[in-house]
């Protein structure tokens, strides 16, 4: 079971953009996916706080999805399933089998900033084809807007991630919004966070 300090930090305010954003239909079972789970701590909690979601945790690295498989077994979460290798920078098809217009929710924490944009273009493709109408993709993470970066150490981490690798760094919202657009989502909602993240909702048309 790997341990995330930063995932342990902003689960709750991540989880209360969830409940805000899906309150109106928890009469039903929805169906969500996670690209880029990481550890799994994101998935148990909102497994835990929303249980009228199944969830359906994936990550490119077999470490990964151990740590996943680790905490499902240690919380008993009945509604999580087994995790998934998925990347999101491949066509839909290659999704892990999902069909088209299956999920009700696509979420992606932190996965855009150390991604490149073959990654974010492959995103909002794969989640125009796999979300439901009226499905939410929502993004968390720290972005550029307008071409600009705020606050410093906001700009710091941009630095970082760059220097990691030159393809990652903070999206540009706008940049965002095009894509979104271009696979049949629109922007809804930006949600600010504490240390200068922000949840992005969009909503496949």
């Not at 249980?51 to 151990?66: A, I, K, L, M, Y």
């Not at 970066?149 to 991630?161: G, R």
Request: proline share 4%.
């Amino acid at each position: 079971m790997l341990l995330s300090p930063q995932a342990e930090r902003n689960w709750e305010g991540l989880c209360s953009v969830l409940e805000d954003v899906l309150e109106a239909q928890s009469h039903r079972q929805l169906f969500a996916l996670e690209l880029g789970s990481g550890t799994g701590q994101h998935v148990i909690r909102f497994a835990q706080k929303l249980p009228f979601v199944t969830w359906q945790p994936s990550d490119v690295t077999e470490e990964s999805q151990n740590s996943i498989k680790a905490y499902i077994a240690a919380t008993h979460a009945k509604t999580v399933l087994q995790p998934v290798h998925l990347d999101a920078s491949e066509p839909w098809e290659k999704w892990a089998g999902l069909p088209r217009s299956s999920c009700d929710v696509v979420i992606a924490i932190n996965l855009l900033q150390y991604s490149s944009f073959k990654t974010a273009q492959g995103l909002f493709s794969g989640a125009g084809q796999i979300l439901k109408q009226n499905g939410l993709l929502i993004t968390y993470g720290a972005y550029a807007i307008n071409g600009i970066i705020t606050p410093s150490c906001n700009e710091q981490l941009d630095e970082e991630l760059r220097k990691l690798n030159p393809e990652w760094g903070l999206p540009d919202i706008d940049v965002l919004r095009q894509l979104a657009y271009g696979s049949g989502l629109r922007m809804e909602r930006m949600v600010e966070m504490e240390e200068y993240y922000k949840s992005l909702i969009f909503r496949r048309l």
